[in-house]
């Protein structure tokens, strides 16, 4: 399975923006779905954003939309998410993922290569 390291978390106030990145082992040519879930304690991972590439679509979850935002970089075996107008409640542990085959989705079973989680703490 290919490895995947993430950074660029950190604290900032409410209103400010992050960008995180997922650097990859191997090439993500053949990746399909490039996800990013978040975990906050007690709570079971959620899926933030996922961009299925066969369908060219990038789903996100209703609370980030308009305000995060997924990309690629093949050639760099990069992705990223872009986090703007930070909430408090987007506080949490993010956590990339990739899945080879098959179509993005929130469960988290479905993804075979995940990093190692970096903090995102937004303060209001």
Same mark, same amino acid.
């Given at each position: 399975?290919? *490895?995947? !390291?993430?950074?660029?978390?950190?604290?900032?106030?409410?209103?400010?923006?992050?960008?995180?990145?997922?650097?990859?082992?191997?090439?993500?040519?053949? !990746?399909?779905?490039?996800?990013?879930?978040? *975990?906050?304690?007690? #709570?079971?991972?959620?899926? !933030?954003?996922?961009?299925?590439?066969?369908?060219?679509?990038?789903?996100?979850?209703?609370?980030? #939309?308009?305000?995060?935002?997924?990309?690629?970089?093949?050639? #760099?075996?990069?992705?990223?998410? *872009?986090?703007?107008?930070?909430?408090?409640?987007?506080?949490?542990?993010?956590?990339?993922?990739?899945?080879?085959?098959?179509?993005?989705?929130?469960?988290?079973?479905?993804?075979?290569?995940?990093? *190692?989680?970096?903090?995102?703490? !937004?303060?209001?």
């Amino acid at each position: 399975q290919v *490895q995947l !390291v993430e950074s660029g978390g950190g604290s900032v106030q409410a209103g400010g923006s992050l960008r995180l990145s997922c650097a990859a082992s191997d090439s993500t040519a053949d !990746v399909n779905a490039f996800a990013w879930f978040r *975990q906050v304690p007690e #709570k079971e991972y959620e899926l !933030v954003g996922c961009l299925t590439v066969n369908t060219g679509t990038t789903d996100y979850r209703d609370s980030v #939309k308009g305000r995060f935002t997924i990309s690629t970089d093949n050639a #760099k075996n990069m992705f990223y998410l *872009q986090m703007n107008s930070l909430r408090p409640e987007d506080t949490g542990v993010y956590y990339c993922a990739v899945r080879r085959y098959g179509l993005c989705t929130s469960r988290p079973a479905a993804f075979g290569s995940w990093g *190692q989680g970096t903090q995102v703490t !937004v303060s209001s």
